[in-house]
């Protein structure tokens, strides 16, 4: 058994790491490199200004703690912090040094459901994203009557591969898992995917970490798949370690 890790920089490093330490092969085939946004400097102007920031992930906090500590600009300490998941929330915590609260289960949708998201009217609130994303907490929380302003503070850039090199060596690794983390990610992956080798590839198991991806990936014909409730490792790690009947 082998898993594919497509989730890219360090975090997919670390889940292949984790991975071979649990006695599990991985092969890491990240599908995006991720880059610094141009939206960054608007950081300055906004921040200030908001009563609620939201952090849709990891790589947002990074860059955005990059940014305000290169610009010499501190965290607000007066806004409200949210974030979608329980490692995010734990990550822009320790930059902001403030309270950061987050779902049970990290997804847009759960998100919206916290308390400090139920009555936003006439609220300025700050969504800190990379290109694209998170369309429906916006608009969501604009329906409630909030002023949301998006900050792109990173970049996706999408690495295209060749299906007929790389299925194959996944074929012959003994590849029967795929962990893809965003719904993005998952159409990409399958647009490369050349029509000799699609049967094969939707025949792997494949493990997301919401409902609303999984619900797209069987859409796109995948017979397997697997909803962790978490794009965070250690969610990952869990359900694969499971499926296997390993315990950590």
């Known amino acids: 058994m082998t ?16 991975l071979n330490q649990q006695g599990i092969k991985a092969i890491n085939h990240p599908l995006i490199a991720i880059r610094a946004g141009e939206q960054l400097p608007c950081l300055v102007k906004s921040l200030p200004k908001a009563d609620i920031i939201i952090a849709v992930s990891q790589h947002t906090i990074e ?3 990059q940014y305000l500590t290169n610009a010499n600009v501190s965290w607000s300490k007066t ?3 949210l974030a979608v998941g329980q490692k995010s929330a734990q ?3 320790k930059f902001a040094n403030q309270k950061v609260h987050y779902p049970e289960r ?9 308390p400090q998201l ?3 009217s006439g609220k300025h609130i700050v969504i800190l994203r990379g290109n694209g994303g998170r369309e429906l907490i916006y608009d969501t929380l604009v329906a409630r009557g909030a002023h949301v302003e998006y900050c792109e503070v990173y970049k996706r850039e999408n690495l295209a591969f060749r299906s007929e090199i790389t ?9 029967n898992q795929l962990i893809i983390t965003s719904s993005g990610q998952l159409n990409f992956f399958i647009e490369h995917i050349a029509p000799p080798y699609r049967d094969w590839v939707l025949k792997l198991a494949l493990f997301v970490p919401s ?5 797209e990936a069987r859409r796109v014909g995948f017979h397997t798949v697997v909803n962790t409730g978490s794009a965070s490792n250690k969610e990952l790690l869990a359900a694969l370690a499971k499926e296997t009947g390993r315990k950590q």
Not at 106 to 114: G, I, P, R, T
Not at 167 to 175: A, G, T
């Open 167 to 175: 299925v194959p060596f996944w074929q012959d690794s003994q590849v």
């Open 63 to 65: 860059f955005t703690h």
């Open 91 to 93: 990550f822009l915590s």
């Open 211 to 215: 409902e609303r991806i999984a619900i």
């Open 106 to 114: 990290s997804d847009s949708e759960n998100l919206l459901k916290l």
């Open 79 to 81: 806004a409200t912090y």
């Open 118 to 120: 139920k009555n936003v």
């Open 3 to 18: 898993v594919l890790v497509t989730r890219p920089g360090e975090q997919g490093i670390s889940l292949c790491h984790q």
